[in-house]
């Protein structure tokens, strides 16, 4: 293929992804090292009240802002270096906490309370995606023909849910003394709600993310099952391998490709976590890296959103990226290259 | 497929395997129905704290709405027979009657006419029969179990919840049809080309694939909001905002969905053999038109994929459509946070859940119908690598 057709084909992608994917990137980078603020100016205004004899008048300095002629506010941008991001990483009040010793008060500031959350999601909800995965794949394996089909159904039926109402679903179920939060209660004789500390809320949050992205892994870890070599599997059985050795090493090394592939989507999906905080309505207590900049975008009561500081905590969430993709992307480069040689 | 005699398995690891699945099954489909059956009873019975009040709907009986034995048994004869002839009959009726040309508007236009007319019959005619029937019938008509749709009338009706889904339905038709034709020819190209530039458009869109949308927002946000001063040199005074306008959302969000669709593209058509275009050129065909008139006519598997992968995404959107949308355009998902602000009384609640019970059953319909396609959509990136 020539270069200008590929260039014809690819063109409208490409010039999509860079407005708005790179062109925004850019911007936000810029953006998080000015602030837009409105010009003030200082005027003195005297105000007169009709009293006996004269007029009572006082004169105060007031701080308003400066309109233009059709009488908007005038903005000013300007260039503040790393202001903003002291103002997201708070890095006083963070040494301060550290020279305490006070894990508590670290958790405390908004961005390493949300970096501690993301990270301890994306980590822990990894495995249990994968081994949950696997574990229904297998057992589908094992099924009857007739009811496979059935069981996918049902199966894609959390991946596919809105995830805004997918964690809802959950929430009304044991938000106050929904069924569940009830059912715990009797069982334990406890007065239990879910949704006041942060930990309770976590552990939904987990399940509810394994319960979304089980189904995915099992789809793919299912296809990859019809594959396996039989032969291989039956010479094991013939050298006397137990079914978990057979597990172990014929059927896991050969979905490593798969649990690999797998292992990276949950890993950049998980990242951004999102949607639980909004469903699971927690920002009070547990908060996401995602739903910090989020937060920072919204306009607050007087109408103003704190894009600067927003900006700033996306540049933060960036970093991170960049740690997740450093590995798998040496690897393709590597391949890469040993192909093309 | 033939099990071996060392192959096969121990009756309890059968047993066990058997009862994780109906676990897992509980587990993924409770949930999801357990809403479904809240959305139709009175909040006190939605929010009682035993599931048997919640299914039988006591409360919601005691209010004069509930369901008899007749109506029950009726209802499921209508509804299975409606089924069955939605999947035997339907299909023959659109191929007669839509010329070949436009099958699929004719698909669509069946599936508009079927709902109308099945939400007519069962929701509509229905119950006057049956309320005639009940009447006479004596203790086989009086109602058993409790079932209101007062909170879908409030929703769809008072709250005006039409107006988000007709919102909704415009951002995902135009997120669909933009990214299919934008991501098909750059799908291709990439399958086609073995340059270096095309390994590095894959490595590029896979890192803006693992993008947080919050950070691409923040870079919309300010441009947005101010769009019109900034392009007013360029449109003169007609310059639009581009801030609450469903087509700039579009945009952004096929950006967005764009890694993903050409990842996907590309691995389709990689499993269409290049001898097929290549037969193409050499008859003659420039690369466009053996686009045209070789690939395009086998490559609706693929594609019909993809869109639904597209379609997902648009419709579940989220944080896109609520930064950017304001409120008159709101769609049908950030809609639904509104209902958490007025959240006050247990009415609200359900209503809330009334919502998102209509966001969730296009969904199922969707699984239903397209299964087959969206499992081998999920392996098709993954299994060939």
């Known amino acids: 293929m020539k270069f200008r057709t590929f260039a014809a084909f690819v063109g409208p992608s490409v010039f999509m992804m860079l407005l708005f994917i790179a062109a925004p990137l850019i911007s936000v980078f810029i953006q998080s090292f000015q602030v837009t603020q409105p010009i003030l100016e200082q005027v003195e205004v005297e105000t007169c009240t009709p009293g006996f004899l004269t007029q009572t008048c006082t004169t105060e300095i007031k701080t308003v802002p400066v309109l233009d002629d059709n009488g908007k506010t005038i903005t000013e941008t300007r260039w503040v270096g790393l202001q903003s991001y002291k103002n997201v990483l708070q890095m006083d009040k963070f040494w301060a906490a550290v020279g305490n010793g006070s894990w508590n008060d670290i958790m405390q500031i908004d961005f390493w309370k949300a970096l501690r959350f993301t990270l301890s999601f994306t980590l822990l909800t990894l495995p249990l995606v994968i081994g949950v995965g696997l574990a229904i794949a297998l057992a589908v394996n094992n099924a009857t023909r007739a009811i496979r089909g059935p069981i996918i159904f049902i199966s894609l039926l959390p991946f596919i849910i809105t995830p805004v109402i997918g964690s809802l679903s959950i929430y009304w179920l044991f938000v106050g003394d929904g069924i569940l939060t009830a059912m715990m209660e009797r069982w334990s004789g406890q007065n239990i709600s879910m949704f006041a500390q942060a930990w309770t809320i976590e552990l939904l949050m987990y399940f509810y993310r394994v319960w979304h992205v089980a189904p995915f892994a099992f789809v793919i870890f299912y296809a990859g099952l019809q594959t396996v070599n039989m032969d291989t599997l039956e010479s094991a059985v013939i050298d006397g391998a137990s079914r978990w050795e057979r597990l172990r090493h014929v059927i896991v090394p050969h979905l490593m490709p798969l649990i690999v592939f797998i292992a990276l989507i949950h890993l950049m999906d998980c990242y951004r976590v999102f949607e639980e905080i909004v469903g699971f309505r927690s920002q009070a207590h547990v908060i996401s890296l995602q739903w910090l900049t989020y937060d920072f975008m919204t306009p607050d009561d007087a109408g103003n959103r704190a894009i600067s500081r927003a900006s700033a905590s996306a540049m933060l969430t960036m970093i991170g990226i960049v740690f997740l993709l450093i590995l798998p992307l040496r690897r393709t480069w590597r391949d890469h290259k040993g192909s093309a040689h | ?385």
Not at chain 2, 72 to 89: D, E, K, N, Q
Not at chain 2, 108 to 137: D, Q, R
């Open chain 2, 1 to 385: 497929m033939s099990t071996s005699k060392a192959m096969q398995q121990s009756f309890a690891l059968r047993f066990s395997s058997g009862a994780f699945l109906a676990f897992w099954c509980l587990l993924a489909a409770f949930p999801i129905f357990w809403i479904a059956i809240m959305s139709f009873k009175s909040p006190v019975d939605a929010f009682a704290d035993s599931p048997w009040d919640v299914i039988s709907g006591p409360a919601t009986r005691a209010a004069g709405n509930g369901l008899s034995v007749i109506d029950i048994v009726v209802g499921l004869i209508v509804l299975y027979f409606s089924i069955r002839w939605a999947f035997t009959r339907l299909p023959g009726l659109v191929q007669q009657y839509s010329p070949p040309a436009f099958l699929v508007l004719g698909w669509v236009f069946g599936a508009v006419l079927y709902a109308v007319a099945f939400i007519l019959v069962f929701f509509g005619l229905l119950p006057l029969v049956l309320s005639v029937v009940n009447s006479i019938l004596g203790p086989l008509g009086t109602p058993v179990l409790g079932l209101t749709t007062e909170h879908y009338v409030a929703v769809w009706g008072e709250n005006e919840f039409y107006r988000n889904f007709l919102n909704s339905m415009l951002v995902t038709a135009g997120v669909v049809t933009i990214s299919l034709t934008v991501g098909t020819l750059a799908g291709y190209g990439l399958a086609r080309s073995g340059s270096d530039l095309a390994f590095w458009l894959l490595i590029l869109a896979l890192i803006f694939r693992a993008l947080p949308h919050s950070v691409l927002v923040a870079g919309y946000l300010p441009v947005f909001i101010n769009s019109s001063e900034i392009l007013r040199p360029i449109f003169g005074e007609g310059a639009p905002t581009l801030y609450g306008q469903p087509w700039a959302v579009i945009a952004v969000l096929v950006s967005i969905n764009q890694p993903f669709t050409i990842w996907m593209l590309r691995s389709f058509f990689q499993n269409i053999p290049a001898e097929l275009d290549e037969a193409a050129r050499v008859d003659g065909c420039s690369h466009f038109q053996a686009f045209r008139r070789v690939i395009m006519p086998v490559m609706w598997p693929g594609v019909i994929t993809t869109g639904l992968f597209s379609f997902l995404l648009g419709y579940n959107d989220f944080l896109v459509t609520s930064l950017l949308l304001d409120a008159q355009n709101q769609t049908m998902v950030p809609a639904i946070a509104g209902y958490f602000n007025r959240e006050t009384t247990t009415t609200d609640q359900v209503e809330a859940v009334a919502a998102a019970v209509s966001i969730t059953a296009p969904l199922f319909l969707l699984v239903m119908v397209f299964q087959r396609q969206i499992v081998s959509g999920l392996t098709a990136g993954a299994v060939k690598g």
